[in-house]
């Protein structure tokens, strides 16, 4: 099924620890992101690409890091895992043009807990 | 700043009475206004979208959105909840052409 697929879904890390977050679209879209889900705080961005080649950063930027490896993927790293990154990170990928598109497609989420 | 403010965290309706989500909105040049939908353990869906043209914009569901330019206001509705209907929904405004910014969201519990 076409989509944007998510890997891990859960995830414990002690604090210190790093990990990647792995998110692969098959529809051919330009524009992926990240987003992290907090209770209250509703979708917050943390880093998106454009377009393949291009990074930049969005909100809430401070202790991650992306690679946009190819068209098709988009990794978010934590280097120092604290436990004010436990969250739901969700990846969405987009051809946006004015009008032109329903948004985002999301990916399912990976549940990160940091203790 | 670009920015949605979704006002009641949480909507309580009994099943067949009719329901509103409110959304209220800060942009700068024409708003892009979209509704998603999250169901547990899910990601975002797209629910229906305001570019241009009719104020009162139809989308999956049974739902609708009220595009009101002078409250900017782009309340969610629908005549008749279900019970279904019971989810986590996010008003979102679309800046530059790729970028979403989204309310902090509203539960809305539809009871039998």
């Known amino acids: 099924n076409a989509g944007v697929t998510q890997t891990p879904k859960f995830q414990v890390l002690k604090t210190g620890q790093s990990m990647t977050l792995q998110c692969a679209q098959d529809?051919?879209?330009?524009?992926m992101y990240w987003y992290r889900q907090d209770p209250g705080m509703g979708l917050r961005l943390i880093y998106y690409?454009?377009?393949?080649?291009?990074?930049d950063k969005g909100e809430v930027p401070n202790g991650y890091n992306v690679s946009r490896l190819n068209k098709r993927e988009f990794s978010l790293r934590l280097e120092s895992a604290a436990p004010s990154q436990t969250s739901v990170y969700f990846c969405a990928s987009s051809e946006l043009m004015a009008g032109g598109s329903d948004g985002y497609t999301f990916g399912s989420g990976t549940r990160l807990t940091v203790v | 700043a670009q920015s949605v403010a979704q006002p009641e965290d949480q909507v309580n309706v009994a099943e067949g009475n009719p329901l509103t989500v409110k959304c209220t909105y800060s942009?700068?040049?024409?708003?892009?206004l979209f509704w998603y939908v999250q169901y547990p353990n899910r990601g975002l869906q797209f629910l229906l979208k305001?570019?241009?043209?009719?104020?009162l914009v139809k989308g999956s569901y049974g739902f609708e959105a009220e595009f009101n330019k002078s409250q900017t206001s782009f309340h969610l509705k629908k005549p008749s909840a279900l019970v279904s209907d019971s989810a986590l929904y996010f008003c979102a405004v679309l800046y530059n052409f790729n970028k979403f910014y989204f309310g902090s969201g509203t539960k809305l519990n539809v009871k039998p």
């Open positions: 305001y570019i241009t043209g009719d104020n």
């Open positions: 690409s454009a377009s393949e080649g291009t990074t």
């Open positions: 942009v700068s040049g024409n708003p892009y």
């Open positions: 529809m051919n879209h330009n524009s």
